[in-house]
């Protein structure tokens, strides 16, 4: 019997490559109904979706933003019925807060917050009903832990972390499992984009210092950042089979264990400071890195602190 997967935000990135796996599965245990915005869209996806093509893969249209998008796009599923949800649709936003429009940081949470609980909210009662179903929600490391300019992605990442962490329990009750994936630097378009989006930013109404810790401290530090620990979107993809796959799937699934000790570091310290401390340290204070990246190569040698992680292989 094979299980139906809708996956939202499929044109590019990690949504496209689970699409793909999860539809070329050997022993064919998938139907992938791969959604996105905009159809005309679909040429990447359906070149590396190859012959699953309109076999375990098919294609149909789904805005996260509109609910009458939501609802026909599920409608038009046979019985309404999705063994498994992929909440993967989502948009970044960087810069100094100062310069961003409330508009803008509105259409973020529309679609990384209230787009994943508008989807769920349509397909959830279905699996209530029949005690079965599998929720995925592509979070971020970003939603474990604060990261500067990044404040309303960020924000908008741990409003879907509190989201979950409350429907979790009642879930449990349906016998419908959720589970969310933390992923730290993907190379995807979501990293071009934002950088497009940096080259265009005018900064209207932050002060001199802010733009130049913005534009000359922090993004060549996350340029350096992604390139040295970025993951791929295949590796993602091949980390969310493996939860779907679990029989037993883990809440929270963060994939890239170099980011488990600042995850740690949180939790380590009830008032907050050393994560604080760390960050600026991090960014302002080159003369100190290198006793951070001591410390941090310390916690990486606890291999309590590496199985927090769900491994790509
Ligand atoms: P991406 O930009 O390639 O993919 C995001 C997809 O969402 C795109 O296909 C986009 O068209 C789609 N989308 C945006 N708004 C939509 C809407 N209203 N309706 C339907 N689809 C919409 O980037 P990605 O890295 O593959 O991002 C996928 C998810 O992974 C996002 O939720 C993102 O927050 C998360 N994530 C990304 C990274 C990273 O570093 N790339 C890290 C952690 C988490």
Redesign the pocket.
């Known amino acids: 019997e094979q299980k139906v997967v809708l996956i939202?935000?499929?044109?590019?990135?990690?949504?496209?490559?689970i699409a793909v796996l999860l539809a070329r599965d050997e022993l064919k245990r998938y139907h992938v109904i791969a959604?996105?915005?905009?159809l005309r869209?679909k040429d990447r996806l359906v070149e590396a979706a190859g012959d699953t093509y309109e076999k375990t893969l098919t294609l149909l249209s789904?805005?996260?933003?509109?609910d009458d998008?939501v609802r026909q796009c599920i409608d038009s599923v046979k019985d309404r019925h999705i063994d498994i949800l992929i909440?993967?649709?989502?948009?970044?936003l960087l810069g100094p807060v100062e310069s961003i429009s409330m508009d803008d940081m509105k259409k973020v949470f529309?679609?990384?917050f209230f787009?994943?609980v508008r989807v769920i909210k349509e397909v959830m009662p279905d699996m209530k009903k029949r005690r079965a179903g599998h929720i995925i929600v592509?979070?971020?490391?970003?939603?474990l832990q604060g990261v500067v300019f990044n404040d309303v992605?960020t924000a908008?990442?741990f409003a879907i972390e509190g989201f979950c962490e409350s429907m979790a329990v009642q879930l449990l009750k349906f016998n419908v499992k959720l589970s969310l994936?933390?992923?730290?630097?993907?190379?995807?378009?979501?990293?071009t984009?934002m950088m497009e989006e940096v080259a265009k930013m005018e900064y209207p109404g932050a002060d001199a210092d802010t733009v130049r810790y913005f534009k000359d401290v922090y993004i060549p530090s996350s340029i350096d950042i992604?390139e040295a620990l970025?993951?791929t979107?295949e590796d993602?993809a091949k980390c969310t089979k493996k939860v779907i796959e679990s029989s037993r799937p883990r809440f929270r699934n963060l994939t890239n264990s170099l980011y488990t000790p600042i995850v740690a570091m949180k939790y380590a310290d009830e008032t907050g400071g050393l994560s604080v401390h760390t960050f600026y340290n991090l960014l302002f204070n080159f003369g100190s890195l290198m006793h951070i990246t001591m410390s941090i190569l310390k916690c990486l040698t606890c291999s309590c602190l590496r199985r927090r992680t769900i491994s790509p292989d």
């Open positions: 939202t935000g499929c044109s590019s990135g990690i949504g496209l490559r959604t996105m915005r905009d869209k789904l805005d996260v933003c509109s998008s909440n993967n649709a989502g948009v970044g529309e679609t990384n787009g994943t592509m979070s971020s490391v970003m939603g992605y908008s990442k994936i933390e992923p730290g630097p993907v190379h995807t378009e979501f990293e984009k992604f970025g993951q979107p993602i």
